[in-house]
């Protein structure tokens, strides 16, 4: 075992060097055989630690101690277990084909920069594997932290644009914040208990040792690193903008796999968060205003990626609901299928701009369908399958947050239902816009409109499979199905609280979310098929289509001001206060000596009057005053 | 006589000294105070030794502790005598010289 999972972590590290380090040597074909090749081993030594877990259950492996001190010893363990095995078939898996589209989709590169794309993206599925795999809160955060560097790198990875630049390092800049707090909470574990290992924190001894105010305290800095890798409100702004990466890293990386990672930590200390009640609702709200207002804000966008960008930052508002409400395996089983079918979109409207020759409006889309057949019916799947409609797999894990949400407070369960109405319609939306109606763009572009090759439409097959079928490994109990993944999570999560809804309320509540989801669908399918949204015209299409002017605001009340504070520290401080200290010393010693100069006259007199008044001030030094007066008193008293 | 008398007596003396050294021009005016202040000392040297002499003499009669300083004010005063003319030697050959006894006129070290 010890070996199956070191291979698993050290193959895309070996991909990562050997692309990054030969990127001069090697041509396209040794590039990306390689690349995709060393994931997919990886793959296949996850699918058998999986099987190994399936088998053998939950295992540790010990490598070596990464900080031995006397007061706290962090061993670089790695626990492969229900949870973390399923992260791994996800990473690896998605990560394969994502490998395999980008051959395909990035071939117009030149071989060095080819060469840097495969070796960031090895080296951010070793980094997402170190963060699934770690045994303790250390080892996450290291992985953690890679993948946000990976994220980085690959967001600005054309660097000759500068707004791409400075996207990347809106993504970088936001993510520092949330993993502050991420390390703030790990400082306080390690005060207070003395240890970051998952075995030793998450027990009942430990929740002991902790206040409620240290598990609130904890649980809510957790959540705030959750907030930044997860895009979740406030720091959710930095998602749409990664988008100026390359489409796969956008399906791997911001879809898929890195945002995904709040979900997991959250998941993983699952007893923490569950033993504070306050936590939970703070998470829940946040995750429901983030699906929300990300989906509004969907409703109005023109970019195809934007779109998507959007619905991601929702989907995961949904997860986190999920988390909120207790549903931890609901979350995670909607961390798998949406792995699936945002990805599948994702990689779908890559091969649209693909074709389009990097047009990315779909008002200048439309009537692809018959052009592009494999993308056309493999991005409806990805879209049935988000818009929640049954069998395919995003109903059964929305259907499991809502309905836990429903047994929490009705209320998340209506807001959450409008916010699946307005998946259906802007996802329908987008795809009737792209691919119904009549080609709007150039007749050149019409002209050169082309399948994808191969490489890319596999990929879009096996994942619009995996969208239909995901359900199946979560079918609720309420349909004649066992939940698998639910027994699969149980060590980790323990048992599932039951809902205590009756299987009548249950049905309705599908039945309900099912019946508004089909008709805000259809509407959006009816408005969209012939003809594409104009300018928005009333106040509330523009407030929409500006996306709240969430960015303006906080351009003015974080940015403005750090500026001008920024520049009232060079302009008058550093000018005034720093230099002025600096300069005034100078001066000083340049007036002094001018002065003291003049002391030198050359006139031995003078030298004499101050050797006489410095004996006296030294005189005045050695005696003290105590002294002085005691010399007085002994010649006045004893005459 | 009570020690603080001669005390005062030298430092008065001294003081003298001091300030016709700091305000005197004249070069033998100036070379007679700096002797004034070398014999102030001598005085004080000599008062000093017979307090601590007569002081020793009452513990033990006969005992000559505390004498040896009025022998070496008498070492003093030969090298004193022997400065004089050195210092005499230098006033008469800056006369010559210039034509003056002022020492401000001699204020050669400047520039």
Request: aromatic content about 12%; glycine content about 8%.
């Amino acid at each position: 075992m010890k070996l199956i999972i070191g291979l698993i972590v050290l193959f895309p590290l070996v991909g990562f060097l050997f692309n990054g380090l030969g990127r001069n040597i090697w041509n396209k074909k040794v590039i990306a055989f390689m690349a995709t090749g060393f994931i997919a081993i990886s793959f296949v030594f996850s699918i058998l630690a999986f099987l190994n877990v399936q088998s053998s259950g939950a295992a540790m492996v010990h490598f070596f101690d990464f900080i031995n001190t006397d007061t706290i010893k962090i061993p670089f363990d790695f626990k492969v277990d229900g949870l973390s095995s399923l992260f791994l078939l996800v990473i690896t898996g998605v990560g394969t084909l994502i490998h395999l589209y980008s051959t395909a989709y990035m071939k117009e590169e030149e071989a060095p920069h080819y060469a840097r794309y495969f070796a960031y993206l090895n080296l951010f599925i070793f980094s997402m594997l170190l963060l699934v795999l770690g045994d303790n809160y250390v080892i996450m955060f290291i992985g953690w932290e890679g993948v946000g560097l990976c994220s980085y790198l690959l967001i600005g990875y054309w660097f000759t644009n500068a707004t791409y630049n400075y996207a990347a390092k809106k993504a970088f800049i936001m993510n520092r914040i949330g993993d502050l707090g991420f390390l703030l909470a790990i400082f306080w574990l390690i005060v207070k208990l003395g240890t970051v290992s998952y075995g030793s924190v998450l027990t009942a001894e430990s929740l002991a040792k902790l206040s409620s105010t240290d598990i609130t305290a904890i649980t809510l800095l957790l959540f705030v690193g959750a907030m930044g890798k997860s895009a979740q409100i406030p720091l959710y702004t930095w998602l749409p903008d990664a988008m100026a990466g390359p489409t796969p890293v956008s399906a791997l990386i911001h879809a898929a796999t890195m945002v995904t990672a709040g979900i997991y930590m959250i998941t993983r200390s699952n007893i923490l968060f569950s033993a504070s009640e306050f936590t939970g609702h703070v998470v829940a709200i946040v995750g429901i205003s983030t699906a929300l207002l990300a989906a509004t804000i969907a409703l109005k966008q023109n970019d195809i990626k934007k779109v998507l960008a959007y619905s991601t930052v929702s989907q995961l508002g949904y997860m986190f609901l999920g988390l909120g409400v207790g549903a931890y395996s609901g979350a995670v089983f909607h961390v798998i299928t949406h792995a699936f079918f945002k990805a599948l979109l994702f990689l779908g409207a890559g091969s649209v701009i693909h074709a389009m020759h990097h047009e990315q409006d779909i008002r200048k889309m439309g009537g692809l369908k018959s052009k592009l057949p494999i993308t056309h019916i493999t991005f409806l799947i990805g879209c049935i399958a988000i818009a929640g409609v049954p069998p395919f797999s995003g109903f059964f894990s929305k259907d499991e947050i809502l309905a836990a949400a429903f047994a929490k407070s009705p209320i998340y369960w209506v807001l959450g239902v409008i916010g699946a109405a307005m998946t259906a319609f802007y996802m329908f939306r987008l795809y009737a816009t792209t691919f119904l109606g009549q080609f709007r763009g150039t007749h050149e572009q019409e002209h050169h409109l082309h399948e994808s090759p191969v490489a890319m439409t596999l990929p879009l097959i096996l994942l619009a499979v995996a969208s239909a079928i995901a359900g199946a490994i979560g079918i609720p109990e309420l349909m004649g199905g066992h939940h698998w993944l639910a027994h699969q999570l149980m060590p980790i999560i323990g048992e599932a609280k039951e809902a205590t809804l009756t299987h009548q309320t249950e049905w309705a509540l599908m039945a309900a979310s099912v019946s508004i989801a089909i008709i805000a669908l259809l509407i959006a399918l009816n408005k969209y098929k012939r003809q594409a949204d104009d300018e928005p015209q009333t106040s509330l299409g523009k407030f929409l289509y500006h996306k709240w002017h969430i960015d303006e605001l906080y351009d003015n009340i974080i940015v403005q001001p750090l500026n001008r504070f920024a520049g009232f520290l060079k302009n008058v401080v550093e000018k005034n206060v720093i230099d002025g200290a600096v300069n005034g010393t100078g001066r000083l010693v340049q007036y002094s000596a001018r002065k003291l100069r003049l002391i030198q006259n050359g006139q031995v007199g003078y030298y004499i009057l101050f050797i006489v008044l410095g004996i006296i001030v030294l005189f005045l030094c050695w005696f003290n005053d105590v002294a002085i007066l005691r010399f007085l008193s002994f010649l006045t008293n004893k005459s | 006589m009570p020690i603080q008398y001669y005390i005062f007596f030298c430092l008065t003396l001294f003081s003298i000294g001091m300030v016709g050294v700091l305000t005197r021009r004249n070069a033998i005016i100036v070379f007679m105070c700096i002797e004034l202040m070398l014999n102030a000392v001598n005085l004080l040297l000599v008062a000093f030794s017979k307090m601590y002499h007569g002081a020793a003499l009452q513990l033990a009669p006969g005992t000559t502790a505390g004498i040896d300083a009025q022998i070496f004010v008498f070492f003093i005063m030969v090298v004193a005598a022997a400065e004089v003319s050195v210092g005499l030697a230098i006033i008469v050959m800056m006369y010559r010289n210039t034509h003056s006894v002022d020492i401000n006129f001699l204020n050669r070290l400047k520039n």
